[in-house]
């Protein structure tokens, strides 16, 4: 896997973002990832809307994303980043969100690409490679 998806990415191509979904088109299957974390985000926030066709319409575009994606697993050496990357932001005094963190991990150990549109906020992560598909290439 080379590039990991975080939620952002995953709502601008939700939203049709063209830049994203540009670049989503030009990387092989195989090497896009989309942690569960991810998806436990994206499940949380249409569940907070009312029964409606837009959440209907965000639910089957969920649903195209679980089939196009792969998951990387989750492994004990995902966990031991997540404690480092953690413990040691809390003690620089810039603690991260620790869903963010969970999947900084994941991309981290895969030594993958974080794909977001936060990279201010993840840059925070020393050694961490961030890019913005949101952006034109």
Known sequence: MKYVLDTNAVS??????????A???AAAPDELGVPHVVLAEIE??????????RRRELEHRLD?????????????????RFGEFKAKLERQ??????MDLLIAAHASVLDAVLVTSNTR??????????EDWTQPA
């Open 121 to 130: 906020h993840f840059s925070r992560i020393a050694g961490l490679k961030v």
């Open 64 to 80: 195209l994303v679980k089939h196009q994606f792969a998951r990387p697993s989750w492994t004990d050496d995902v966990a031991a």
């Open 23 to 25: 670049r989503i088109r």
């Open 12 to 21: 601008a191509l939700m939203r049709g973002e063209p830049n994203t979904i």
């Open 44 to 53: 949380f926030g249409i569940r907070r809307l009312p029964r409606s066709r």
């Open 93 to 98: 005094g810039v603690p991260i969100e620790d």
